[in-house]
């Protein structure tokens, strides 16, 4: 897969990308990283990337012509092609005014062939990038950065571990919090998790887990995790998963798909919550 990242801070990524799953990936030939520095694209001498907004306003915009050439240079497939899933590529422009990036719409980003991530900076781009250029407008979350390019690497980051053979273990990327619900066609007739669903989250958070030594300051694991009953450990882990997204992230609970017995603990928790 290749990721192209077009900036005005190329050197920003000489060191997020050379650590860990990436650079392994990149060593593998697994993923092709490429960054392109806007400035190139530019025509005057002072290398202007900028301008101020028509009709007023505070800050600068990230003007069109050198966003527009940098892209087409790469040889992109037309937008309409991008839209239609026709060509396996996609022009990311990430921005703060864009949809919020999900765990799903990385799986989507891992199906291509290459990602063009577009950062803004400033107060952000003129709007004929978004509407004519860029397939996909993405923000990492509710809150404004001085650019995308913090964005664009964990997007990059998070596409990569979802590709085969980025991973030591493939399993990992789906069990983990806020993966697709790999859970949904893993209960059984009762409405019970299959018994190789321990670890699956279902889109809720992960459960929390524990390591040696089995007991550290006086805090010990819970004895369940080592009592090699695999049943008590499955319902532990999912109750303790509930448990966790109901009090961190209660929002997930409304996109989850739950089992009636999920529902059954899930009554329990607050049930408890109440009495405290």
Not at 40 to 52: I, N, S
Not at 148 to 155: C, D, K, T
Not at 242 to 259: A, F, Y
């Amino acid at each position: 897969m290749r990721f192209e990242i077009v900036t005005i801070f190329p050197d920003f990524f000489r060191g997020p990308l050379d650590y860990g799953i990436v650079r392994r990936a990149r060593n593998a030939g697994l993923i092709e990283i490429e960054v392109h520095d806007l400035r190139v694209f530019t025509a005057d001498r002072h290398r202007t990337v900028d301008d101020r907004p028509f009709g007023g306003g505070e800050g600068m915009l990230l003007k069109p012509e050198p966003l527009f050439d940098c892209v087409e240079s790469l040889g992109v497939a037309p937008r309409e092609r991008r839209l239609s899933g026709e060509a396996r590529e996609s022009v990311v422009l990430l921005s703060a005014a864009g949809k919020l990036f999900t765990q799903a719409m990385a799986h989507e980003l891992a199906a291509l062939e290459r990602v063009v991530f577009v950062c803004g900076r400033y107060e952000g781009v003129d709007e004929r990038v978004a509407d004519h250029l860029a397939d996909r407008e993405l923000s990492v979350g509710d809150f404004v950065m001085s650019g995308g390019e913090l964005g664009a690497a964990l997007m990059l980051d998070t596409v990569t571990r979802l590709l085969p053979g980025a991973l030591g273990n493939e399993a990992s990327s789906k069990t983990e919090s806020f993966s697709p619900v790999e859970a949904e066609a893993r209960f059984d007739e009762r409405g019970r998790l299959e018994p190789d669903s321990t670890a699956a989250t279902g889109g809720l958070l992960d459960a929390p887990h524990y390591t040696r030594p089995a007991e550290f300051r006086g805090i010990a694991v819970p004895e369940v995790l080592m009592n090699g009953n695999h049943d008590e450990i499955k319902r532990w882990r999912r109750r303790s998963s509930l448990e966790k997204t109901l009090r961190n992230r209660p929002d997930l609970l409304q996109k989850s798909v739950l089992s009636r017995q999920d529902e059954d603990l899930l009554r329990e928790l607050q049930d408890e919550a109440k009495e405290i």
